[in-house]
């Protein structure tokens, strides 16, 4: 029960956080540190964003919170990261290390969820979270990192980058 009050508390941080925020860039800033902060099981948070015009299509790391990961740029044949931006589809993964497509990013990370951004009906980038906890992310858990990626989206149509 107290994990699901946490979660609405942070959904309604998480709008204030939106209206507040003039670009995408300071919402995606600001979005990584709250939920970080916020979530006890959020142990890594961060932005992958498509690199306009790049050949063969390339993820490229923009704002996060946690570990520095080696991950800086990911073609979309790689990952679940890579999974999540070519389907357009979320990708929760309970247990990385039973997970082919799985790229470390810190030994300690047990689960991890991948939700695509979409802008004007693409996807532009990705919300990716790691968890230290195996199963962290149940529906609760999808719900709010969907409804930021929607957030994230939203602020790209309508504000400058
Ligand atoms: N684990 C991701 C790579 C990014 S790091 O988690 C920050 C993947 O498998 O695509």
Sequence with gaps: ???????????????R????????????????KLLHDRMLKYNWVGFYMLEAGAKPPMLVLGAFE??????????????????????????????????????????ETKSEIVVPIFASGVVVGELDIDSHFPAAFTSEHRDLVQHCAVLVGKKLETSSR
């Design 17 to 32: 956080l939106s209206l507040a925020s003039s670009t995408a860039q300071e919402l995606m800033r600001k979005m990584v």
């Design 66 to 107: 946690g570990a520095v990961t080696p991950h800086v740029r990911i073609p979309l044949n790689q990952g679940i990261c890579g999974a999540a931006a070519s389907s357009g589809q979320t990708v929760i993964v309970d247990d990385v290390s039973k997970d082919p497509r799985y790229l470390a990013c810190s030994l």
């Design 1 to 15: 029960m107290l994990g699901i009050a946490r979660i609405e508390e942070v959904r309604t941080e998480i709008d």
